[in-house]
């Protein structure tokens, strides 16, 4: 079992720059591939970007490529969504995933994720 704890959301104005956290449990996040997914309301919830469990690889979107990036601190047992330049169209619940990864690889869609964070609201005024 891994729970997922999201932290960092918040209202910043377009632009601006905040950093989200995801702070998991368990002994054996180092083989966990992590994903950043965000719902809009009335929205299917979006896939954002996703990184491999040694961090070696990363994937995003289109629409935050450039502009988010994601990372992680094993020894912390922590992923990151560093995310700059913010529109109001970024406006959303952010939730972080997990799911054990045999492959040292890049989970993209929704349905492979097991674990799933509360979520933290951000949003982004104009």
């Known amino acids: 079992q891994v729970q997922l704890v999201e932290s960092g959301g918040g209202l910043v104005q377009a632009g601006g720059s905040l950093r989200l956290s995801c702070a998991a449990s368990g002994r054996t996040f180092s083989r966990y591939a992590m994903g950043w997914f965000r719902q809009a309301p009335g929205k299917e919830r979006q896939f954002i970007a996703a990184?491999?469990?040694?961090?070696?690889?990363?994937y995003y979107a289109d629409s935050v490529k450039g502009r988010f990036t994601i990372s992680r601190d094993n020894a912390k047992n922590t992923v990151y969504l560093q995310m700059n330049s913010q529109k109001p169209e970024d406006t959303a619940v952010y939730y972080c995933a997990a799911t054990y990864s045999t492959y040292d690889v890049v989970r993209r869609s929704s349905y492979e994720y097991d674990y799933w964070g509360q979520g933290t609201q951000v949003t982004v005024s104009s």
């Open positions: 990184i491999s469990w040694s961090g070696r690889s990363t």
